[in-house]
Nanobody
Framework: QVQLVESGGGLVQLGGSLRLSCTAS????????LGWYRQAPGKQRELVAT???????NYADSVKGRFTISRDNAKNTVFLQMISLKPEDTAVYYC???????????????WGQGTQVTVSS
């Protein structure tokens, strides 16, 4: 069984900063891609940023230059540093891991339960 646990969400003012963390644990054989997605009320879940096992990052256009994704492979942890936050960044942020479990033949997507980020104006 694999678990993803997020932390670091909260309420912040316009222009503020937050750092999200997500740690994967359990029956993990290897982790390929890690990422963050978000879902605002009434909207579909959207990609925020992903990072490969060798550190190649990809960002949504809306967060480029403001968000930075990084990972600590030794700790199975991914981070999302967010600066210059805007009200439109308000959403539930979900951690995603594309990994192979020791109990599965396949590499699959796993999701955390989400952490709320609210940016007030």
């Amino acid at each position: 069984q694999v678990q993803l646990v997020e932390s670091g969400g909260g309420l912040v003012q316009l222009g503020g900063s937050l750092r999200l963390s997500c740690t994967a644990s359990g029956t993990i054989f290897s982790i390929n891609r890690l990422g963050w997605y978000r879902q605002a009320p009434g909207k579909q879940r959207e990609l925020v940023a992903t990072i490969t096992s060798i550190g190649v990052a990809n960002y949504a256009d809306s967060v480029k230059g403001r968000f930075t994704i990084s990972r600590d492979n030794a700790k199975n942890t991914v981070f999302l540093q967010m600066i210059s936050l805007k009200p439109e960044d308000t959403a539930v942020y979900y951690c995603n891991a594309y990994l192979k479990s020791t109990t599965s033949l396949f590499t699959e997507d796993y999701w955390g339960q989400g952490t709320q980020v609210t940016v007030s104006s």
